[in-house]
C-alpha cells in the first residue's frame, strides 16, 4: 500500500480522482486511500463476507462515502467505468492462476480491465506471481509501461530478484 501511495503522491494524482480497488478484501486500503485525502473512491470484492467487513471497517472509520459492492471483477457487465487509477494487489494473479480457464481469465481481466479505465487513466498491479517482464507482456496491448515501484529484492544462486512485482501503466488507445 506505502508504495503505491508514495507513487500517487509522486504522480501528482487529484484528491477527487476516481479510484477503484480492485478485489478490495477488507477495505484497508480504501482506508489508507481516504486518510490520504482521495474522495472518490470504490472497492470491489466478489466476497460478500469481505465486502460485508469493509463496509464495517470503513464505517468504524467514519468513512460512509467510500463505495464497497459485491461485484466479480470479470462478470462486471460493463458496470466499471470512468476510473482515473485502478489498483490491483493480487487480484490478477488469483485470476491468472485459477487452474480453470486460465487463458481466458487473462484476456477477460485485460478487457475488463480497458474499460474501467478512462483514456491515460493509470493502473497500478502488485504481483507475487509475475515478474516485470511477463506484466510487461501482459499489459503491453492498450498500455503504456510508466514506472516500476521500488520492492524488496533478494539474492540467491548469483542472481538477484524480488519477490514481488509492483508496476505502473497508462491506459491508451
Not at 19 to 24: K, P, S, Y
Not at 124 to 145: I, P, Y
Request: charged share 25%.
Amino acid at each position: 500500500m506505502s508504495r503505491v501511495l508514495r507513487w500517487m503522491d509522486k504522480a501528482n494524482i487529484p484528491e477527487n480522482a476516481a479510484i477503484l480497488d480492485i478485489g478490495t478484501g477488507n477495505g484497508a486500503f480504501l482506508v489508507e486511500l481516504a486518510k490520504h485525502g482521495y474522495r472518490n473512491l470504490t472497492g470491489i470484492d466478489y466476497s460478500s463476507a469481505s465486502v460485508e467487513l469493509a463496509r464495517t471497517i470503513l464505517q468504524t472509520e467514519g468513512l460512509t462515502d467510500v463505495s464497497v459492492k459485491e461485484m466479480d471483477f470479470l462478470n462486471c457487465h460493463g458496470e466499471l467505468k470512468g476510473f482515473d487509477v485502478c489498483i490491483d494487489k493480487g487480484t490478477f494473479d488469483a485470476i491468472s492462476l485459477n487452474p480453470d480457464n486460465s487463458k481466458e481469465g487473462k484476456k477477460l481481466y485485460l478487457q475488463v480491465l480497458k474499460d474501467a479505465l478512462k483514456d491515460k487513466g493509470f493502473f497500478a498491479v502488485t504481483s507475487c506471481n509475475w515478474t516485470k517482464e511477463q506484466l510487461l507482456d501482459r499489459f503491453s496491448e492498450g498500455f503504456d509501461f510508466v514506472q516500476e515501484l521500488p520492492t524488496p529484492s533478494f539474492q540467491f544462486g548469483g542472481k538477484t530478484g524480488n519477490s514481488v512485482t509492483a508496476l505502473i501503466f497508462k491506459r491508451v488507445h
